[in-house]
């Protein structure tokens, strides 16, 4: 395939220059996926989920700008991420710390802003850490009709195979646009 150059249209369809659309994810892509590959414990891995998506969706901008330049190209991005930060064949059982005398909780309910403070940060009084999964669906262990990579952009609210209230996040996604990068 021919390299893009800095002023040819960008391959992602949004008809936007390539710098000023994929450009900035494509130049930190080596150094993100070098990360996430690196990542030896949990403690690691919540750091390099947290720069990676500060990386790729630029979240040095205003939210408004986050919001307005949320493309198909970074959602695909994103979970090409976390399919490299949790490979099918990571051991969980390797990643966990070391047992001492910290009383430990893990979560494993649901990611909604209501239910995280009902329940998960009352109980910071009781335990010493709490351990949460991560909310977002490995790409790695998904059928393609629903993999992310593959369709970066939410089912239609027709289908009615897919329940789309799981989240808030899927009412930003319906107005995404094509990949307008600031």
Known sequence: MAQVGRNDPCPC???????????????GRATTFHSARSAKNLREKNLTLLNGVQDI???HRTWEKVKAGLCDAQ???FYRFIADLWPIDTDVSDLLPEPDSRLRALYLG?????????NVFRFCLYADQILLTHPFQNPNIIADKFNPIIHPRPMEDSDPEVDL?????????RRRSRCPHP
Do not use: A, I, Q
Not at 21 to 26: A, E, F, G, Y
């Open 110 to 118: 649901e990611y909604e802003p209501e239910l995280m403070v009902e």
């Open 57 to 59: 969706f630029g979240l």
């Open 165 to 173: 209230s799981l989240d808030s996040s899927h009412s930003m996604d």
């Open 75 to 77: 959602v695909r991005e």
């Open 13 to 27: 369809g949004s008809r936007l220059k390539y710098k000023h659309c994929c450009l900035r994810l494509d130049r």
